[in-house]
């Protein structure tokens, strides 16, 4: 069985500020990291790899320093990886990402299933996954809890609904995303770290593509824009209660919820 | 192609522009400066950097979609065998409300196995029109199947917004849809509004609820949006009903899929924290995972549920399912009391629209009280123990006087 896993690389943390004066969005440092959610996605294209044999090949996409997580993912076991990158890409909202990757994903090869976690910590959207199936023209399951089984033309999976497990037969090819703890992700190799840092990655830019219809991809090819962005705020009522015992604060608290006809 | 053109000759201070890009897109190399596949195309280099030293060329050509031909607001009707999830209704208010603004109609989308008498009680809630597909081969959720009579009713009704409740099945369900009609879907919408030419405004919080972002779908339709359950407010049932059910036939062929349903087992029924009306929510206050008991008492006195936060989760303190937040629930209840919460924007983002929220914390500087209606600066320690004596004290009176 031949299995892509896609992952994402990261910003390290969500702390971002706006600066009041400039509306520059402000981020603490570069550092970044792979998505947590796709270590999931890993680990359970490597346990279904170590069962049923064949190939885990990961891909991304973004600037090229986005080979860092391809690299953590051959540390991790994957065998080959593939990063689509070029600025042509960029600005590219879920429609052009994913678009963008199901491309890549033809020139990279043939996969009888792929696997997404549910869903990335910055764009936190869990859409890129049901639109790459989409773009590819292959059935979809989201939030996987469990895989049972895999023959030679499907495979057998939970989806956790909110009030009911669906046990469903998927025919290959297909795209899965799995949901968190559904494998505990195993930690990178030390040796395989040393084995695999020289390891081609295969690098798709705009000019590989089958399409060369530049308006699907990046900025262009994105239907939604960023009109503009703004910090939270609250307009509600507001009060403080301090400075006095924690017996009267304890009685405003129970007069409060008298009050609202909790008690 | 919509491009950045950089012009050297017009920047001073190479590092003072580099400093700009909050994705650290902008390269230089030799003194030359040129723009990197991390490039997000925010333009903010363009708007704040030297004048003129980076250009943004828009594409020659947009291809504008005519807006007029696309009409009415629909709503997917998210149910599980018929017994339809409340976010629907809260959808069809926001929906109406929105419709209001355009002179268009409401309509609800409802596929599904003998659901025919259900469909008339959206109306009661203000639908204009429900588009009905009841089929034996729909009983189940099969995310092709759903997405082929999705497409068929957009292709026959052209609203020109479609409102999705962000749910298991929504959120799988309305990128397949968006994907297929090349357009935008923007997740987790938490403030939608209509402008007179029928763009969605639509606000979402972005990286992790720090900034909130304004998203426009202008060039292609439908625009789709997801929006959680408790973001919006459901309209009052009304007696009178004005719509119609327009019943949708389709080619049992549409409806193939790859998904086979082997058997499907039902939960065992759980008290969740998103559907508790009072919630008494556990932070990094709390010193060890005991005493949480006094948070449960206190909880079962006002017939709520105890949740956290995710250290406590991670503390593996308490079950992954009591977490609010973000990367947790989002919750909605009518009183929320946090204790020892310091109030992360990951964690206001997933409980700042319950009705009232009274928060204990000892730091009066704490970010919750910025979320907080009541801002109670204390040791919970000594507070909560006092609390649960005068509730019990009026128990024990019966409720009568204190």
Redesign the interface.
Known sequence: MDILVCIKQVPGS?????DPV??????NG?DSKMNPYDLYALETGMRLKERYGGTVSVISM????AKAVIYEAFAMGADKGALV???????A???AT??TLAQGIRKFGTFDLMICGLQT??G????????I???LH??????VRNILDVDDHAI?VDM????????????FP?LL?VQK?IFQPRLPSYLKKQATQKRDIRMFTMADMDDQD??R????G???????????E?D????????TS??A??????D???E?K?? | MAKLVVHQDKIDDISALLAICPFGAIEEKNGEVSIGAACKMCRLCVKNGPKGAVEFVPDAEVAQVDKSQWKGIAVYVDHVDGIIHPVTYELIGKAKELAAKIGQPVYALFMGSNIGDKSRELLHYGADKVFVYDKQSLEYFKVEAYTSVFEDFINKVKPTAILVGATTVGRQLAPRVAARFHTGLTADCTILDMQENTDLVQIRPAFGGNIMAQILTANTRPQLATVRYKVMNAPQREEKTSGEIVDCPIDEVKLNSHVEVLQVTAKEKEKTIDSAEVLIVAGRGIKKQADLAMLQELADLLGGEVASTRPVVEAGWIDAKRQVGLSGRTVRPKLIITCGVSGSVQFVAGMNHSDTILSINKDPKASIFKAANYGIVGDLYEIVPQLIDKIKADKALGGASL
């Open positions: 969500n702390k971002v500020k706006i400039t509306g520059v969005l402000q981020r570069v973004g600037p090229p320093q990158s070029d600025r042509k890409f960029g600005g909202d879920v429609l994913s678009y910590t910055d936190d959207t869990a859409q890129v996954g049901p639109e199936a989409e773009a292959i059935p979809s399951v989201c939030n057998v956790d609904m909110p009030h009911d497990i669906e046990r469903l037969r998927v025919s297909c995303t703890d530049e308006r991809y990046g900025l262009s994105s239907a939604t824009q960023v009109q503009r962005i703004f910090p939270p609250s509600k009522k507001q009060e403080m209660w301090q400075d924690s017996n604060l304890a009685g405003k608290m129970y409060k919820i008298k609202l909790f008690i």
